[in-house]
């Protein structure tokens, strides 16, 4: 009750106080907390804080004292300011920075009277302090940051605290710098030694300030460079081949930004951080998808795909995302359309599922994981975006790739990856390939496709062209490469005895089977018809694994469920393996035959699921394009001739939309709208653009000859045209 009557007879009810009531009651807390005196606060709230000067009041109290006894400056940021601002608003920031200049102030009037703060700019202040000894600038600076994350704001009954990080330096007087490099080698140090509001950092008269000085003005000259570039569009863009690792043959080029300035070519190493930090990063984007959008044509004559590196601060930009929708019509019209992938960091995908959902839905861009290991990704977000085709690739993180060759730990990561990105059919890229050692361990583990110096290096255009114009792309893969058979033998009981196992506890299977008394004459059987296959020419074994897929759909076989059994035996086949087979090319080749098998079973499938669909869903199909012809809306008959491409396998002519999606849904709602029930006339534009995006995504997998997704997108495409059926009337006037 003393220090609130005491405060009572300073200030009243506030009238005249210098503080804010908020501020008050906090910085009563911190008296009562022992950090300071009533007396001082008193003082404090009746006259300001005296120790606050003005910026260019420090900068001539820090001129004036470097020539003749030097001194010791401590810089403190409230590191909580931005989210603050971002969560609770402006005016609590506000509150938040008064409370941390009065905290100074007032701890300061116990611990260090003469010492002078300003604040330099937001949430950042300086303290020169009145002594240069060392401990007692040490004990001063403690007790402050203490202090400072000792109280809390509590407006509106929400409990605010204020978090400084503080780093200190002691400046000897004979050292030549003047207060501006000062202030700026404060700066510095707190960029380089990333302190925290947990214990300050103390640099000594020990501190090269010379070289310190010199780097501070090469980030000056280098940031000035970039800058400059930037102005005159000095943007250019080399392209690293992505090999098949197997084949060494193309399969596609990442696109990376390089920066001309007068004293050569920076690489992104050199420079992505400076355009981050100089705001830059949009600018920069830009200007590769312009360069891109140059050169299409000649990219189109060496591949079909490209990786292209983008930060998600551009993916929010919408003059960007206009940009890149334009270059990527002038990609689609030299053949590059659907093979696009941006790449982004793991963090990035993380904190932008909304955009980069909106963009792989409305310009058809797919993702490629960065620098996937060793940042923070949610499994399950990664597994939600591979199911939905948003995610087409994980590029392996360069510094796992190199540890490969000696770490067990960083061999069992990848090991992981690999298993993961297969069991949701993704492609992985191991970045920075540069032995013949890695590339074994990496072939030995089942990555497909890498990128580095074993391979080339990064080229620009005219050297692309010169080297890969004429060079085959990854070929499409002709006859089965069968693991060997000795070393899979005797492992082929365990696995199928496993696989079985698993399928009578699943309630999906269990109807199928009676007891392990049949299971064991199951395994035998499927060991023998295992082993047969092994031997067989390319045209049996094919067969073989088509008429099993068939097979499964006339039993009635839910297909997800199929194909989850599929990958049980994979996993079984492969796991024993994994234990007891040393030499690596025999998993990978294991696993290239078993995925190549699980494609072929699912085409088996696809077979018969066309076979006994086709009929009614052409019968609707035409129905709905009979109402579309009668209104004078766009008509599906290229959705026709690509279910008679599913069922003929005739994967290399698959058709493509006529029209581009919204221009045809825009015709739909314009020429349909009118003339139906208003109440249908929402479901029935939705219903055709769902149609028109999932006929488009099954003719791009079974271009690809991806079967599993071309089963899953026929029943969904069949679903459609019945709904489409059911919502249109059977007759239409002219449109």
């Not at 402050?144 to 605290?161: D, E, G, M, T």
């Not at 951080?273 to 100089?278: A, H, M, R, T």
């Not at 299409?296 to 993916?315: M, Q, W």
């Not at 013949?436 to 990555?447: C, F, M, W």
Request: aromatic share 6%.
């Amino acid at each position: 009750m003393y220090i609130e009557d005491g405060m009572t007879e300073t200030q009243g009810s506030g009238a005249g106080s210098t503080l804010s009531d908020d501020v008050r009651r906090a910085l009563l807390e911190l008296v009562e907390k022992g950090f300071a005196g009533a007396q001082h606060l008193r003082a404090l709230a009746a006259g300001g804080p005296a120790q606050l000067v003005s910026k260019g009041e420090l900068l001539a109290l820090l001129d004036a004292r470097i020539g003749t006894e030097g001194l010791a400056v401590t810089a403190g940021t409230l590191t909580n300011l931005a989210v603050i601002n971002q969560i609770y608003g402006f005016a609590i920031g506000d509150l938040l920075q008064e409370l941390t200049r009065s905290t100074t102030a007032l701890v300061l009037r116990d611990e260090d009277p003469t010492a002078k703060v300003a604040q330099i700019a937001g949430a950042q202040f300086v303290i020169l302090h009145g002594t240069t000894d060392p401990e007692r600038v040490a004990a001063t600076v403690r007790r402050l940051q203490q202090a400072c994350n000792a109280v809390a704001l509590n407006p509106h009954s929400r409990s605010i605290v204020p978090r400084v990080a503080m780093v200190s330096l002691t400046v000897p007087h004979d050292d030549g710098l003047d207060a501006a490099e000062v202030l700026k080698i404060l700066g510095y140090s707190q960029l380089r030694s990333r302190p925290s509001h947990l214990a300050p950092i103390f640099l000594g008269r020990d501190v090269d300030h010379t070289r310190w000085r010199a780097s501070l003005r090469q980030r000056e000259l280098k940031a000035s460079r970039i800058t400059d570039a930037l102005r005159r569009g000095a943007v250019e863009i080399h392209f690293q081949p992505v090999v098949e690792l197997t084949s060494r043959s193309l399969y596609n080029v990442e696109v990376l930004a390089r920066i001309r300035t007068d004293d050569g070519l920076m690489t992104a190493t050199e420079f992505i951080d400076s355009v981050y930090q100089l705001g830059e990063i949009v600018e920069l984007d830009s200007q590769v998808f312009h360069r891109l959008g140059e050169v299409a044509s000649k990219i189109a004559g060496v591949t079909g795909h490209l990786f292209v590196n983008v930060s998600p601060v551009s993916l929010l930009s919408s003059d960007f995302r206009d940009l890149m929708s334009r270059t990527m019509e002038s990609l689609r019209a030299e053949g590059l359309g659907t093979v696009v992938v941006l790449e982004l960091t793991e963090q990035a995908i993380v904190e932008h599922l909304d955009i980069i959902q909106e963009l792989h839905h409305r310009h058809k861009v797919k993702f490629a994981v960065d620098d996937f290991g060793t940042g923070y990704s949610s499994i399950k977000t990664v597994s939600d975006l591979a199911v939905s085709k948003v995610i087409s690739h994980l590029k392996l993180d360069g510094s796992l790739v190199r540890e490969l060759g000696s770490s067990r730990e960083a061999y069992k990561v990848v090991l992981a990856i690999a298993n993961l990105a297969r069991s949701l059919d993704l492609k992985v890229v191991a970045e920075h390939v540069e032995s013949e050692a890695i590339l074994d361990r990496l072939q030995t583990i089942g990555v497909e496709l890498g990128q580095g110096r074993l391979f080339d290096m990064p080229l620009p255009l005219p050297g692309l062209v010169r080297e890969y114009r004429d060079r085959p792309s990854t070929p499409a893969p002709v006859g089965f490469e069968r693991p060997e058979l000795a070393a899979i033998v005797p492992y082929l009981d365990r696995a199928f005895t496993a696989f079985y196992e698993r399928l009578l506890s699943s309630e999906h299977f269990a109807s199928f089977f009676r007891d392990h008394e049949q299971i064991a004459d199951l395994v035998q059987r499927q060991r023998a018809s295992f082993i047969a296959s092994m031997t067989e020419p390319d045209g049996a074994l094919r067969e073989r694994y088509l008429a099993l897929g068939r097979l499964h759909h006339q039993l009635g076989v839910p297909f997800p469920s199929f194909e989850a059994g599929a990958e049980i035996l994979n996993e079984e086949l492969l796991g024993v393996l994994a234990h007891a087979v040393d030499h690596g090319p025999h998993i990978y080749r294991a696993s290239q035959f078993f995925k190549r098998v699980k494609n072929l079973l699912a085409r088996g499938y696809l077979d018969a699921l066309a076979v006994r669909e086709e009929p009614e869903l052409l019968a609707a199909l035409d129905v709905v394009s009979g109402a579309l012809a009668a209104a004078r809306a766009p008509r599906l008959d290229w959705v026709r001739e690509l279910l008679v491409a599913v069922r003929l396998d005739r994967y290399r002519d698959a058709p493509r939309p006529e029209q581009a999606l919204e221009s045809a849904v825009e015709r739909v709602a314009e020429r349909l709208g009118p003339l139906v029930l208003p109440h249908l006339r929402p479901s029935i534009i939705q219903t055709f653009r769902d149609l028109h995006v999932d006929a488009d995504s099954l003719a791009h997998f079974l271009a690809e000859q991806q079967y599993a997704a071309v089963v899953l997108l026929y029943r969904q495409l069949h679903d459609r045209v019945m709904s489409l059926c059911r919502l249109l009337p059977p007759t239409l006037p002219r449109g």
